[in-house]
């Protein structure tokens, strides 16, 4: 079994950083395909960045192009998210996702999910 817990949400002001933590436990996510998903009130989850094994092939939702970088740490078991010009729509509660699986990653059907961290963005 694997655990994940993120850290490093908050609030920030529109065009601010912040840099989302996740931190597996249990074993080793070396050979786990890994990403971030947010969801804002009244909205479905979205996947806004993944990243493969040795972070290899990472993706980005269109919409934080530009902005936000996914990497990840193996030596440490955990994954990043920085996310830069921030705005009021990346508003949303930030989840990080494991999977042997990188297909299971893009379908949101992950074997793992952290309790997620708040992200609010004002303008």
């Known amino acids: 079994q694997v655990q994940l817990v993120e850290s490093g949400g908050g609030l920030v002001q529109a065009g601010g950083s912040l840099r989302l933590s996740c931190a597996a436990s249990?074993?080793?996510?070396?050979?786990?395909?890994m990403a971030w998903f947010r969801q804002a009130p009244g909205k479905e989850r979205e996947l806004v960045a993944s990243?493969?094994?040795?972070?290899?092939?990472?993706s980005y939702a269109d919409s934080v192009k530009g902005r936000f970088t996914i990497s990840r740490d193996n030596a440490k078991n955990t994954a990043h998210l920085q996310m830069n010009s921030l705005k009021p729509e990346d508003t949303a509660v930030y989840f990080c996702?494991?999977?042997?699986?990188?297909?299971?990653?893009?379908?949101?059907?992950?074997?793992?999910w952290g309790q997620g961290t708040q992200v609010t963005v004002s303008s």
């Open positions: 996702a494991a999977d042997g699986q990188f297909d299971r990653i893009l379908r949101a059907e992950s074997d793992y």
């Open positions: 249990g074993r080793s996510v070396s050979r786990y395909a």
């Open positions: 990243i493969g094994w040795y972070g290899s092939g990472t």
